[in-house]
């Protein structure tokens, strides 16, 4: 997308495109009005969210602005509602896109299934914020809305996603696409600990004979591997860089820990309940703040994962793998987030001193060094490695350090 707004005629709607605001609200900053309460934003939020302006309009019902994407939505703010975001997820809107081509009915069909999606996504969510305390999961309203669109943005976005392009693509003025309402959260910048993974198949950096010593420790019943805490910790660094600063904290804070552990119980019992995941493979979906009384707690910005990645889909991952079937890029993506929860879910319960373990069926069914070798998605290499050694791997020297 590009970084400055495209010169706007007069009466042309802006679009996704829009980066930055227009002039004339620059000049004036007292034209943003005062910030509505949940319950008015969620009302505004079912009329029209784009609407006609220009840089020579004094009064802007609605404007977009990007402000930010991650692995599944686009997100924006609204001029309006600026105590809100808007996040767009392109991704399960595709199908919409793909049935431009195959006339009204299909088009039809489409919208109802993504409806279907915003309506099982809102309870799904309900769910979610019954295994967690009074707070720590942020109100928002999952709904289908028709939003303005052009080929430049829908193109970018296809290749940023590394989507492959269909031949014969219409892409019409606008387009409904599934869309979340959230109250924008201001977090503390100290006085949290930011709880993700990474996906351990798709790092250089990770040698495989660390990653099997991770895998036996973390995938099963019972953790397989040395019995001393110390060494286990070395263990799930290597796997899960990610936790060293993590367990530096919570060894400096039994409170801390105390709650993490808390936290652990509570997704693994959100887990067994439904057979799904929590997203914490993104920084910042799921954190561990300090509130204005002092005490810890969790706070799950953004963890509602995608129905797909379910329990199930592990045993049908391994029995694939053991009849010698290649999985497509898309199962792969799937199946890693999922293993991959499942092993950092038990590392942080070894890290807050718990005995409590996720044992999903599928999991061992089939060997570490199996799982490594059908889950490598090379596209993805460069995306999942660190930066500062790109294509080296981490001496074991260097990482007990």
């Known amino acids: 997308m590009s970084d400055e707004l495209a010169a706007t005629q007069k009466g042309v709607p802006y679009t996704l495109k829009v980066a930055s605001l227009p002039h004339a ?35 802007l019902p609605h404007i977009l602005h990007l402000i930010g994407k991650g692995g599944e939505h686009i997100v924006f703010e609204d001029l309006r509602y600026p105590n809100y975001v808007l996040k767009v997820d392109f991704i399960e809107s595709l199908p919409v896109l793909y049935a431009q081509i195959r006339g009204q009915e299909e088009i039809d069909a489409a919208v109802t299934k993504l409806q279907e999606k915003a309506a099982a996504h809102n309870e799904r969510l309900k769910i979610l914020q019954s295994f967690f305390p009074l707070g720590s999961v942020p109100l928002e309203l999952v709904a289908v809305k028709n939003l303005p669109v052009t080929e430049e943005v829908v193109l970018g976005v296809m290749r940023d996603r590394n989507l492959d ?5 219409t892409i019409p003025q606008s387009l409904p696409l599934l869309c979340t309402i959230q109250h924008k959260i201001d977090l503390p910048k100290d006085n949290r600990v930011n709880i993700y993974s990474s996906y351990a198949e798709l790092n250089r950096t990770i040698l495989l004979e660390y990653y099997l010593d991770g895998h036996r420790l973390l995938a099963g019943a019972e953790p397989i591997g040395p019995a001393d805490p110390l060494a286990r910790e070395k263990i799930i660094y290597y796997i899960y860089p990610s936790l060293r600063s993590v367990g530096e904290k919570i060894g400096q804070d039994q409170k801390l820990k105390k709650v993490l552990g808390q936290y652990v119980k509570q997704a693994m019992a959100y887990s067994v309940e439904t057979g799904e995941i929590i997203d914490m493979a993104g920084g910042g979906n799921v ?17 509602l994962s995608p129905p797909e990645l379910n329990f199930k889909l592990l045993k049908q991952a391994s029995l694939m793998i053991k009849h010698g079937q290649d ?15 499942i092993r950092f879910a038990n590392a942080l319960a070894m890290l807050a001193g718990l005995p409590d373990r996720l044992d999903v069926p599928g999991m061992t069914e089939i060997s570490g060094e199996d799982w490594y070798k059908n889950l490598i998605i090379e596209k993805y290499f460069d995306v999942y490695t660190p930066k500062k050694a790109p294509g080296k791997s981490v001496d074991k020297n260097q990482a007990d350090e």
Not at 165 to 169: D, E, S
Not at 287 to 303: E, R, S
Not at 329 to 338: D, F, I, M, P, Q
């Open 165 to 169: 392009i269909p031949k014969h693509l």
């Open 25 to 59: 609200v620059r000049e004036e900053p007292s034209l943003r009005p005062t910030p509505l309460t949940l319950q008015q934003a969620l009302s505004a939020f079912g009329q029209q969210l784009v609407m006609q302006a220009s840089d020579e309009c004094r009064v």
């Open 327 to 341: 999985l497509d890029v898309h199962t792969k993506a799937n199946v890693l987030n999922v293993i991959n929860y």
């Open 287 to 303: 954190l561990l703040i300090k509130n204005p009384d002092g005490h810890w707690q969790p706070f799950l910005m953004d963890a």
